[in-house]
């Protein structure tokens, strides 16, 4: 437990205008953006940043890979064969920069550094229960994992140096067999650029790509999710089970009282699967049951978000301390809300109208000010909520301003 935990280090980027330009979409509005392009075709925008700084050094992305809480991948293409190898991976265990065609993938930058974290808050034009993660990778000279596709909508961000990006709306899209990563078996682009820092390829799933680095450079992939209907059917029946709708029809265990004698042991007794029919049958849920699932589920962090209990802290101190700085999402956090409820990192809350309110600006804002506190307070359950939130290390005492 530590005290560094209850700080923030810095506030956050609020909520982006989807009517105003940016330059990050090449002067296009979020609106237009998402009308037009997202989820539909690739669009590439030269110096969408211009000036680019890369969010974290390559000797500080060798360091996260270095971690056994980061997720990071080796893929390289030496004497002709591909070969994909997953980290942790201590530096000296990297081939050398000097040896091309090899890439460092490291996923879930944003958790790790500030800077990383404020690209993606970049992207808070798309909707937060669809944003995944930054991925930067390094690659020396010929690098690249091979011409692919993507499940999901992905945009390529080159930080440092220059990287041929060759792309195909190909519908075939078969992939070579027996092989450690997905490389397309037949991959006929037709259209290529070479983007320098800055520089940003936006990609929808399934279109396929290949990216190969021109001397050493580092590219971050602003990832996104959209979970696949499966997934989310499986575990919403388990989340319905566990529900008071879900757990008084499944109340109980098969009896069979009654049952007569058998002369084919073997066979199933048909009561048996009428009895759990009927059960199943009488599973009800609605459309405000299902978002209240997806809030929570989709809230939940990854396996790989470790949140730093802080030492203990009175609710008094807290609240002077909230009061007088305003509070701030760790970056780990996320935070939802629907109609009803609010979700923090997979827990769910049903807050009364006067709760509601600021809950919800917390999560769209990702912080509340001082100034905003200072209302707050008047609301006793609410500063015992962000004091629960901040000894678990979810919500953050924000800077000082300066
Ligand atoms: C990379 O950064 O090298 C790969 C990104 C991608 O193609 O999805
Ligand atoms: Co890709």
């Known amino acids: 437990m530590s005290d560094s935990a209850l700080y923030a280090q810095a506030l956050p980027a609020g909520p982006i205008d989807p009517d105003a330009p940016l330059t990050l979409l090449g002067g296009m509005t979020p609106a237009a953006f998402m009308r037009d392009i997202w989820h539909r075709k690739p669009l590439l925008i030269r110096q969408a940043v211009p000036g680019i700084v890369p969010p974290v050094s390559r000797e500080s992305l060798f360091e996260l890979a270095d971690r056994d809480d980061v997720e990071s991948r080796l893929v390289s293409y030496f004497r002709n064969r591909w070969k994909l190898e997953h980290g942790p991976f201590a530096e000296d ?133 959209a979970p696949a209907y499966r997934e989310l059917a499986g575990h919403f029946l388990a989340w319905l089970s566990e529900t008071v709708e879900g757990n008084e029809a499944l109340d109980g265990r098969y009896a069979d009282a009654g049952e007569a004698a058998t002369a084919t042991p073997a066979q199933l007794p048909p009561g048996l699967a009428r009895a759990v029919a009927d059960r199943l049958q009488a599973l009800k849920w609605d459309k405000g049951m299902v978002s209240e699932f997806l809030g929570s589920y989709l809230s939940e962090p990854k396996q790989s978000v470790q949140f730093e209990e802080i030492a203990e802290i009175s609710l008094k101190q807290y609240a002077k301390l909230a009061k007088a700085h305003g509070v701030v999402l760790a970056p780990g956090s996320i935070a939802l809300y629907d109609r009803t409820n609010f979700f923090l990192n997979g827990e769910a809350y049903e807050p009364p109208p006067a709760l509601a309110k600021w809950l919800r600006r917390l999560a769209d804002m990702r912080q509340l000010t001082a100034e905003e506190m200072a209302a707050c307070a008047a609301l006793p359950d609410l500063m015992d909520t962000f004091h629960d939130w901040a000894m678990e290390g979810w919500l953050q005492i924000a800077p000082a301003r300066v």
């Open 93 to 225: 265990n990297l081939p050398s920069r000097k040896t091309g065609k090899w890439t460092l993938l490291v996923q879930g930058v944003n958790l790790h550094a500030r800077a990383a974290a404020e690209l993606m808050s970049q992207f808070r034009f798309v909707p937060d229960a669809r944003l995944d993660d930054v991925m930067i990778s390094y690659a020396t000279d010929g690098g690249g994992v091979g011409p692919h596709f993507d499940s999901y909508d992905v945009f390529l961000l080159q930080v440092s140096g220059r990287r041929r990006w060759r792309i195909s709306s190909q519908t075939k899209l078969d992939l070579i067999p027996d092989m450690p990563l997905k490389i397309l078996s037949d991959f006929s682009a037709e259209e290529e650029w070479v983007l320098e820092p800055g520089d940003m390829l936006y990609l929808p799933p399934q279109y396929a790509h290949d990216g190969i680095a021109e001397g050493e450079c580092m590219t971050a992939s602003i990832g996104f999710r």
